[in-house]
């Protein structure tokens, strides 16, 4: 398998996305409409979902997205390799224009997610990376193509240590979340939305995210991958392994993302 040829893919599918996400945001006006779950669809979200498809196809590998129509589940059951892509992450923060949202794209391996890119628009930045690339993880700010090699802070025992960043959802705090806050010793705590808190992870720009609230299995593949290829793990509340995909209800479990294995 070329992983190098798949993230090319993936990585000119991201940016083809990002364009057609940009065209509807700087429009000057977003229409919105509901899905029957009530979470918000515009145009931008099918714009980039037909941007990465037709970026995608080429590989052969089937895809799942938020966008697309319902695969059966004893049919992707079979799958060994698919793309996991949530085409505009974070459409709220979308709606209310102010940057925060993303465009996801994973490779999935045996329901793993193997090798992932995640795209902000509107700043222009790109992380990708993956077990697939051998444990490694890069910036890339499309502008001037500039690739930096990003690391994460290496932080075991974070109950002990002063002035921890604690990365939480804007939308999706909760009395869990606080409980989970409460022990710590004058945290610094940070707000973000969509799979951005999963880079800042990954850079070093926060230590750990608590996620008590529901996620799909596409808001969170992408970053995923990166995350575990500079050594955070992302664990499930419910099993305390790693979270799975593929799985019949797409619906995440609650999980932590950080340097502790459980």
Not at 88 to 109: C, H, P, S, Y
Not at 175 to 194: A, H, K, N, Q, Y
Request: charged share 20%.
């Amino acid at each position: 398998m070329n992983y190098e040829a798949l993230l090319e893919l993936a990585t000119n599918a991201a940016y083809a996305a990002g364009e057609e996400i940009l065209n509807v945001y700087t429009s000057g006006e977003i229409v919105v409409d509901y899905k029957v779950d009530s979470s918000p669809l515009t145009l931008a979200d099918q714009h980039a979902q037909l941007a990465i498809v037709a970026g995608l196809q080429s590989s052969g590998i089937p895809i799942l997205s938020e966008e697309a129509d319902e695969i059966p589940y004893d049919q992707r059951a079979k799958w060994e390799r698919f793309w996991m892509v949530d085409p505009l992450d974070g459409t709220k923060e979308f709606i209310q224009r102010n940057g925060e949202f993303t465009v996801n794209i994973a490779l999935m391996q045996h329901n793993e997610p193997v090798l992932g890119v995640v795209y902000v628009p509107v700043s222009g930045k790109l992380w990708y990376g993956g077990t697939a690339l051998g444990y490694s993880a890069v910036k890339e700010v499309e502008t001037t193509r500039r690739l930096t090699t990003i690391k994460t802070r290496n932080l075991n025992h974070l109950h002990q240590i002063k002035n921890v960043n604690i990365i939480t959802s804007r939308f999706h705090q909760n009395l869990e979340t606080t409980d989970f806050i409460r022990p710590f010793d004058e945290p610094s705590l940070l707000t973000m939305g969509s799979s951005l808190k999963f880079m800042l992870l990954a850079q070093g720009d926060a230590d750990v995210y608590p996620r008590f609230a529901p996620t799909m299995e596409w808001d969170t593949a992408a970053g995923q991958a990166i995350c575990e290829a500079v050594g955070l793990h992302v664990i499930s509340q419910e099993t305390n392994q790693a979270l799975l995909y593929n799985k019949e209800n797409l619906l995440n479990p609650w999980f932590l993302v950080s340097h502790n294995e459980r």
